[in-house]
C-alpha cells in the first residue's frame, strides 16, 4: 500500500491510520553510505529497543520477528518483507503486520538522497488486530506506537555525519 519505490501511496483501506513523516539524517557521500547499511541492518529497529529475528537483510518474502521487552515480558511481533527498493537514491522495505501482531497493516522505511540530502521517511498504515485483546488495548498499543515512532525517527541521526 505504501510504494517504497515512489513518492506517492495508493489509497489506504478503510479504518487504517496513515501516517507519514520525512527527517533529514545527514548530508553527503558517508551520511547515504551510513544510512542504507544502518537501514538494511534493521538498526532503525534495533535502535529503537527492537531484536530482530532471524538477524537477515530485510528480503521479499522474509519473515522475521520483532521482539521487545520490559523485564521479563517479551512481545514477539511477526511481520514478512512485502517490498524492497534499492536504487541508486532510494533504499527501503515494507513489512506487513503478521496475525499475532498487536496491529493489523505495514511499515514502510525509506531512505532517499535528494541531491546531497539524506532523508527518511517512514510510513505506516496501521489498525488494531483483529483479536479481542488487542482491540481492548489498541489505546495502550497507540501510546507505545508513538513513542516507537519517535524513536524510529531518531534512529539513523545517532552519528550525523555532515559533508564538510
Do not use: C
Not at 14 to 28: A, P
Not at 66 to 85: D, H, K, Q, S, T
Not at 86 to 111: M, Q
Not at 122 to 137: E, I, K, Q, V
Request: hydrophobic content about 45%; glycine content about 8%.
Amino acid at each position: 500500500m505504501s510504494l517504497p519505490h515512489r513518492d506517492e501511496w495508493n489509497a489506504a483501506p478503510g479504518g487504517f491510520r496513515r501516517f507519514e513523516k520525512t527527517v533529514r539524517v545527514g548530508s553527503g557521500d558517508a551520511a547515504w553510505q551510513r544510512a542504507r547499511a544502518d537501514l538494511l541492518a534493521w538498526r532503525v529497529k534495533t535502535r529503537s529497543g527492537f531484536r530482530v529475528a532471524p538477524d537477515a537483510p530485510p528480503a521479499v518474502g522474509g519473515r522475521h520477528w520483532l521482539e521487545a521487552g520490559i523485564g521479563p515480558f517479551v512481545l514477539r511481533e511477526p511481520v514478512e518483507v512485502v517490498a524492497l527498493v534499492d536504487e541508486s537514491d532510494r533504499v527501503g522495505y515494507v513489512y506487513l503486520a503478521l496475525p499475532g501482531h498487536p496491529l493489523e497493516g505495514e511499515e514502510t522505511f525509506l531512505i532517499t538522497r535528494r541531491g546531497d540530502e539524506v532523508l527518511f521517511t517512514l510510513r505506516s498504515l496501521s489498525r488494531p488486530a483483529p483479536t479481542w485483546f488487542w482491540r481492548f488495548a489498541y489505546p495502550a498499543v497507540r501510546v507505545v506506537q508513538v513513542i516507537v515512532r519517535t524513536r524510529y525517527l531518531s534512529a539513523l541521526r545517532r552519528g550525523d555525519i555532515a559533508a564538510h
